[in-house]
């Protein structure tokens, strides 16, 4: 199985894409949803709680884990693979879905300058910032935290007119500290359930880059360079869902972004 783990629902629009691309793969979803939101936890929450985690994942035969969440991909991700996965588990893997969108994001930008929205943690960590330099360093990038926007999705307020104030709010926020800014990343795995309304409120040079299509791409380009993890992940085209959450309310907050009917299982995590 290919895990894919997400501080609650928003993964789940990074493993729609994954699912389109890789097809006969088995996947398994966790989402810790009885500790989400994590946008604005400490450092040391979110590295614990994901690398809890992992673990869980890489013991029910995980090889490879996504962290479908850039605010652990921000927060914990660097010090899994860099401290941990050598002690836990040397040959397995685990990604972020940071570095591959910081690899493509000079690809949309014309003017060279593009903004980054996300949860405050993952803004505070400057990840975009480091891992877009490293790949172009000649791009203006300005950022926004968005903190309202989480908690909205998470309650299915999406046609609420409340979220639309705060989707115009932060895009123009951003908008106002570089004129320039002609690209847009949604730096959040929320946030793609608001793309409706943010093409509403841009104006319309303004290009939009979500995550999903984006890791699905980067995560079929890395199997394919490392056949001993691929080999090791299960191919039967099944899809697992565990929450730290009871099954029901997985069930039901799941609705909005996911438009088959799932039976979720409920884990802990320690
Ligand atoms: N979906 C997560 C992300 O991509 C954030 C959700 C949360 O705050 O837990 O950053």
Not at 22 to 51: M, Q, T, W
Not at 187 to 192: A, D, S
Not at 213 to 232: C, F, G, M, P, V
């Amino acid at each position: 199985m290919l895990g894919v783990f997400d501080s609650g629902f928003g993964g789940l629009t990074i493993l729609k894409e994954l699912v389109k691309v890789l097809p006969n793969y088995d996947f398994v979803y966790l989402g810790d949803n009885a500790r989400a939101p994590y946008g604005n936890r400490s450092f040391d929450s979110i590295y614990r709680y994901s690398l809890q985690a992992v673990n869980y994942l890489f013991s029910i035969g995980c090889p490879l884990v996504i962290l479908a969440c850039n605010t652990a991909s921000a927060k914990a991700l660097r010090t899994i693979q860099q401290k941990d996965l050598q002690r836990i588990a040397p040959n397995n893997r685990v990604l972020g879905i940071i570095r591959p969108l910081a690899e493509e994001i000079g690809k949309f930008t014309e003017t060279k300058c593009a903004g980054i929205l996300g949860t405050e943690g993952t803004i505070a960590s400057k990840s975009y910032l480091l891992e877009i330099a490293k790949f172009w360093p000649d791009l203006h990038i300005e950022q926004e935290a968005c903190p309202m926007l989480v908690p909205l999705v998470e309650n299915a307020l999406l046609e609420h007119p409340a979220t639309e104030v705060f989707v115009r709010e932060y895009t123009q926020k951003i908008l106002a500290k570089n004129s320039q800014i002609d690209t847009l990343v949604l730096g959040c795995t929320h946030y793609p359930l608001l793309q409706e309304i943010f093409l509403k409120v841009l104006p319309k040079n303004i290009k939009i880059v979500s995550q999903g299509s984006i890791i699905a791409q980067k995560t079929l380009e890395y199997l394919a360079n490392h056949s001993e993890i691929d080999a090791r992940i299960s191919k039967n085209g099944k899809i697992r869902f565990l929450t730290t959450d009871s099954p029901e309310f997985f069930e039901k907050g799941a609705k909005v972004f996911w438009n088959t009917q799932i039976k979720p299982e409920s884990i802990s995590l320690q």
